[in-house]
């Protein structure tokens, strides 16, 4: 039984391996047409967002491997964090990148009169939100950075501790029913020592309630409807806010789930574990 589970270790390194590779090659393949719709509906929604609805976007220029440049027929005015916003949200749809430095530069002086910096390794950068920028032709760059290649080599690193994990996955499977949920009779749903009762918007553990906000309780069904899974952030910005007619960036999902972590912490079995790029996974030890 042993030497089947060493076996399959390896070959789920020489897998990870493969796929790493593939991954990374894929990611650096971006079709420029599919960027420029993307840039273009970008300058399209800034330009609706100043009530102008009939000027051109000009084309997408690519000013090197990767920068690009959206110009635009006619002076407007806007605010600041609507770049931003529009930005964040169709680059999280399409995923060209998911690292950039935009640049809003004016036309006549060629100045940067605007710029903030998305880095999700080393922290984003938005300074002078909610300035209202005066009416003047602007034009707008975005350099999309490289994200840090992952070095295979490195994965062979994970041969010894999977093998040590793959001795103990037949406990984990053992131990899968405690995992999960479990449905009370009177309606509740438990996650570790605590009892989520959704219809109230309440929380019970030992002798303590704690009462959830509706955002709150949403995020937390749906988490508990699919533990140990990856729950994308789109899925949780369209049903807890979009489907409302709330139009939120995923800042929103990540100050909800830490509200959810601080809440759970009287649990130190219950995790919620981040996913880059993807979303979060509850878990429960």
């Known amino acids: 039984m042993k030497s089947y589970?060493?076996?399959?270790?390896?070959?789920?390194?020489?897998i990870i391996?493969?796929?790493?590779?593939?991954?990374?090659?894929?990611?650096?393949?971006?079709?420029?047409?599919?960027?420029?719709?993307?840039?273009?509906?970008?300058g399209h929604q800034l330009l609706l967002s100043a009530k102008d609805s009939t000027s051109r976007v000009l084309p997408v220029?690519?000013?090197?491997?990767?920068?690009?440049q959206i110009s635009f027929q006619n002076d407007f005015s806007f605010v600041s964090d609507t770049l931003i916003n529009l930005v964040q949200r169709e680059f999280q749809k399409s995923a060209p990148a998911t690292h950039y430095i935009v640049n809003l530069r004016n036309c006549k002086q060629n100045e940067t009169?605007?710029?903030?910096?998305?880095?999700?390794?080393?922290?984003?950068?938005?300074?002078?939100?909610?300035?209202?920028?005066?009416?003047?032709?602007?034009?707008?760059?975005?350099?999309?950075?490289?994200?840090?290649s992952l070095n295979p080599l490195w994965l062979l690193l994970l041969i010894i501790p999977l093998g040590g994990i793959a001795y103990f996955m037949k406990?984990?499977?053992?131990?899968?029913?405690?995992q999960?949920?479990?449905?009370?009779?009177?309606?509740?749903?438990?996650?570790?020592r605590f009892r989520f009762y959704s219809?109230?918007?309440m929380l019970e553990i030992e002798n303590k309630t704690i009462t959830l906000s509706e955002k709150e309780t949403k995020a937390l069904k749906i988490f508990a409807e699919?533990?140990?899974?990856?729950?994308?952030?789109?899925?949780?910005?369209?049903?807890?806010?979009?489907?409302?007619?709330?139009?939120?960036?995923?800042?929103?999902?990540?100050?909800?789930?830490?509200?959810?972590?601080?809440?759970?912490?009287?649990?130190?079995?219950?995790?919620?574990?981040?996913?880059?790029?993807?979303?979060?996974?509850?878990?429960?030890?």
């Open 226 to 285: 699919n533990i140990n899974q990856i729950v994308e952030r789109d899925k949780l910005m369209k049903e807890i806010w979009e489907n409302n007619g709330i139009v939120v960036i995923s800042r929103n999902v990540d100050v909800l789930i830490s509200k959810l972590r601080k809440i759970l912490s009287d649990d130190n079995t219950i995790k919620f574990i981040t996913v880059p790029g993807r979303g979060y996974k509850l878990t429960i030890e």
């Open 5 to 14: 589970i060493l076996l399959g270790s390896f070959a789920l390194i020489i």
């Open 17 to 42: 391996l493969i796929g790493a590779v593939a991954v990374n090659k894929k990611e650096k393949e971006t079709p420029d047409h599919h960027l420029e719709v993307v840039l273009r509906d970008i």
């Open 113 to 148: 009169v605007f710029a903030f910096e998305i880095n999700h390794q080393k922290g984003d950068l938005t300074p002078c939100r909610g300035r209202k920028l005066e009416v003047d032709c602007y034009i707008i760059e975005i350099e999309l950075l490289k994200a840090r």
């Open 199 to 201: 219809d109230k918007n």
């Open 171 to 178: 406990d984990k499977f053992r131990n899968k029913k405690a």
């Open 61 to 68: 220029k690519k000013i090197n491997g990767n920068t690009y």
């Open 180 to 192: 999960e949920p479990i449905i009370d009779n009177d309606n509740y749903i438990q996650l570790g």
